[in-house]
C-alpha cells in the first residue's frame, strides 16, 4: 500500500531556531500534500495544502511566513517552522493524495516537536 | 463552522462488546466517508472508508453505517478488544476534487478487559 515516511519523528529545539520537517511519499507520487497540527486530545488542525511545483495555500490564521512550506517535487514535501517558540510546541503530521490511490489519503507517523 | 460533528467525545466499553461511534455532515457535496485510528503519537490509520452509493460496508470487525438522507455515518467495532483502545476521527472529503479531509473531534475508546 502507498506509505509517506515523515521524519524526524521527534526534535526538540531551542526558541528562535528553525526546524525542517520532511514527509516522503515512497511508493507514489504526491501531487497534493495536507500539513497538519494536532495539539493533545485534539482533532488534527489543517494548517495548508501544497500541490507539487505551486505555492502552498494557508489556512485563515496559518502564519505562511513562520510556516514554510516547500513542494518542490512528487516526492517530498518539507515544512519548516522558522523563529521557532514555545508556542510552536506540538504534533506536525503529513498526508499526501496522489495517483492510483483514489480517493485515499496517507498519513505520515507525525513528528513531535518541542522548543525549550 | 464545523463541518463534521462527531459523538461521543469518550467511549468506554468491555472487552467484547460493541462500540458505536457517529457523525454527522451538513456539505452534500461530500463523497467520501473515511474513518481513522490513531494510538497516541502517530499519524492517523484509516481504518474503514464508505461513499455514498453504499448504506454499508463491513470490513472484518469493522463496520460503517451510512444514511445519505439524514447525512449521518458511524462506525462499528464488533467484539472490541483492549488493542481497539485508541482515538478514533470520522472525516469526509469531496474526494473526487481531490479536496481536503474535514474532521470530527474526535473519540476515544477505551476498551477494559
Known amino acids: 500500500g502507498a506509505v509517506v515516511s515523515q521524519h524526524p519523528s521527534r526534535v526538540i529545539c531551542k526558541s528562535g531556531t528553525s526546524v525542517k520537517i520532511e514527509c516522503r511519499s515512497l511508493?507514489?507520487?504526491?501531487?497534493?500534500m495536507f500539513w497538519y497540527r494536532q495539539f493533545p486530545k485534539q482533532s488534527l488542525m489543517l494548517m495548508a495544502t501544497?500541490?507539487?511545483?505551486?505555492?502552498?495555500?494557508?489556512e485563515q490564521g496559518v502564519e505562511k511566513d513562520k510556516f514554510l512550506i516547500n513542494h518542490a517535487s512528487l516526492t517530498l514535501s518539507t515544512l519548516t517552522v522558522t523563529s521557532a517558540h514555545p508556542e510552536d510546541s506540538s504534533f506536525y503530521i503529513c498526508?499526501?493524495?496522489?495517483?492510483?490511490?483514489?480517493?485515499?489519503?496517507?498519513f505520515g507517523s507525525g513528528t513531535r516537536l518541542t522548543v525549550v | 463552522q464545523q463541518q463534521v460533528k462527531q459523538s461521543p467525545q469518550s467511549l468506554i466499553v468491555q472487552k467484547g462488546g460493541i462500540s458505536i461511534i457517529n457523525c454527522a455532515y451538513e456539505n452534500t457535496a461530500f463523497d467520501y466517508f473515511p474513518w481513522y485510528q490513531q494510538f497516541p503519537g502517530k499519524g492517523p490509520a484509516l481504518l474503514i472508508a464508505?461513499?455514498?452509493?453504499?448504506s454499508e460496508k463491513k470490513e472484518g470487525r469493522f463496520t460503517i453505517s451510512f444514511n445519505k438522507s439524514a447525512k449521518q455515518f458511524s462506525l462499528h467495532i464488533m467484539d472490541s478488544q483492549p488493542g481497539d483502545s485508541a482515538t478514533y476521527f470520522c472525516a469526509a472529503s469531496r474526494g473526487s476534487t481531490l479536496g481536503r479531509l474535514y474532521f470530527g473531534r474526535g473519540t476515544q475508546l477505551t476498551v477494559w478487559p
Open positions: 464508505i461513499r455514498p452509493d453504499v
Open positions: 511508493d507514489f507520487q504526491a501531487t497534493t
Open positions: 498526508s499526501a493524495r496522489g495517483g492510483g490511490q483514489g480517493y485515499g489519503y496517507t
Open positions: 501544497s500541490n507539487e511545483g505551486s505555492k502552498a495555500t494557508y
